[in-house]
């Protein structure tokens, strides 16, 4: 059974940083597109920054109210991935979920996209509360 598990989740002041990592299970050891997305209460879940580990590619993408502010960075020897936030801002606050879609390099359009239903893998999700 295919498990991601996310953590590094909790609550900061304006200003802050954090950190949230998503290891993934063996199954998921293969070419896939990895997401971020958050949901705050009353509203739909977004994509927030996506990679791909297929090959010996570095690629990155970014909803555009994150850029410049939150990194994506995946390990793949641990099969994990992170979601670095910085300057987090109160409408940051959400519970943050991993995602993943196995995708080959062939699949592959040239970018992970940030779309909810394009992904099959989900984690349970970790809180984020930014505080003014």
């Known amino acids: 059974q295919v498990q991601l598990e996310e953590s590094g989740g909790g609550s900061v002041q304006e200003g802050g940083s954090l950190r949230l990592s998503c290891a993934g299970s063996r199954e998921i050891d293969k070419s896939a597109c990895w997401g971020w997305f958050r949901q705050a209460p009353g509203k739909e879940r977004e994509g927030v920054a996506a990679t791909f580990s297929g090959r010996e590619i570095t690629d990155t993408d970014y909803a555009d109210s994150v850029k410049g502010r939150f990194t994506i960075s995946q390990d793949k020897a641990k099969n994990a991935v992170y979601l670095q936030m910085n300057s987090l801002k109160p409408e940051d606050t959400a519970v943050y979920y991993c995602?993943?879609?196995?995708?080959?390099?062939?699949?592959?359009?040239?970018?992970?996209?940030?779309?909810?239903?394009?992904?099959?893998?989900w984690g349970q999700g970790t809180q984020v509360t930014v505080s003014s």
């Open positions: 995602a993943a879609v196995t995708m080959t390099y062939a699949e592959w359009p040239g970018y992970c996209p940030l779309i909810r239903t394009e992904y099959f893998w």
